[in-house]
């Protein structure tokens, strides 16, 4: 889903929000969550079309994208704070043609087109200030615990950030925290761990 972010600033050359979507759910076989699998199938049922299925068929206006969303949040209770747009975010931080002061607005856009939570969102640009309690306390606490200490769903954001944050902090090289991280867990924290883990490495070299 990181390559669908990526395709559209290069091809589109801006962010485009229905655009993105419809390459999410064009390219379905490759790993979604629960709660975007369910956007997918609300809007398949608003396709009218009876042929074979393009990326075309999968872009629909903002309005309607905005009501699945809503809808999938209240199927899921509210527990749409995934780590699924935190996956996928890290290009809107290298697009030229979004500035940094855009920048957390723009990766709340890109979380909603799928996770109604804004916390799915703050988690992908944490260090942006006014955050939820969760994540503030996250970033207070993981300096401070041995190992996470967060107490939720295995996919809800806020844990995979400490997670993650839990083995960048002790990170000797990329491979290797990278490694560890996706022994523990594969699908959530171990793609969160390689984008901070990279991050950290880069700017190391600089300096």
Same mark, same amino acid.
């Given at each position: 889903?990181?390559?669908?972010?990526?395709?559209?600033?290069?091809?589109?050359?801006?962010?485009?929000?229905?655009?993105?979507?419809?390459?999410?759910?064009?390219?379905?076989?490759?790993?979604?969550?629960?709660?975007?699998?369910?956007?997918?199938?609300?809007?398949?049922?608003?396709?009218?079309?009876?042929?074979?299925?393009?990326?075309?068929?999968?872009?629909?206006?903002?309005?309607?994208?905005?009501?699945?969303?809503?809808?999938?949040?209240?199927?899921?209770?509210?527990?749409?704070?995934?780590?699924?747009?935190?996956?996928?975010?890290?290009?809107?931080?290298?697009?030229?043609?979004?500035?940094?002061?855009?920048?957390?607005?723009?990766?709340?856009?890109?979380?909603?087109?799928?996770?109604?939570?804004?916390?799915?969102?703050?988690?992908?640009?944490?260090?942006?200030?006014?955050?939820?309690?969760?994540?503030?306390?996250?970033?207070?606490?993981?300096?401070?615990?041995?190992?996470?200490?967060? #107490?939720?769903?295995?996919?809800? !954001? /806020?844990? &995979?950030?400490?997670? *993650?944050?839990?083995?960048?902090?002790?990170? +000797?090289? =990329?491979?290797?925290?990278?490694?560890?991280?996706?022994? #523990?867990?594969?699908?959530?924290? !171990? /793609?969160? &761990?390689?984008?901070? *883990?990279?991050?950290?490495?880069?700017?190391? +070299?600089? =300096?």
């Amino acid at each position: 889903m990181t390559l669908n972010v990526t395709e559209n600033l290069l091809e589109c050359q801006k962010f485009d929000g229905p655009d993105i979507l419809s390459r999410h759910l064009y390219t379905r076989e490759c790993e979604i969550g629960e709660i975007t699998k369910y956007i997918y199938q609300e809007l398949i049922k608003r396709n009218s079309s009876q042929s074979t299925l393009t990326l075309e068929n999968f872009c629909f206006d903002q309005s309607m994208i905005d009501e699945i969303v809503k809808l999938a949040d209240k199927k899921f209770d509210g527990h749409t704070a995934a780590c699924s747009p935190a996956q996928r975010s890290y290009p809107l931080a290298f697009c030229q043609y979004i500035s940094d002061d855009d920048l957390f607005d723009f990766t709340m856009l890109e979380a909603k087109l799928t996770h109604y939570s804004p916390i799915a969102g703050q988690v992908a640009v944490f260090t942006t200030p006014r955050l939820h309690n969760d994540i503030q306390n996250v970033l207070l606490c993981h300096r401070r615990y041995v190992y996470p200490d967060v #107490k939720a769903r295995v996919v809800y !954001a /806020p844990t &995979v950030l400490n997670d *993650a944050l839990y083995f960048v902090d002790g990170w +000797e090289n =990329t491979t290797q925290v990278t490694a560890n991280a996706h022994r #523990k867990d594969k699908y959530y924290c !171990a /793609p969160i &761990v390689g984008i901070l *883990a990279g991050a950290r490495c880069e700017i190391s +070299e600089e =300096t």
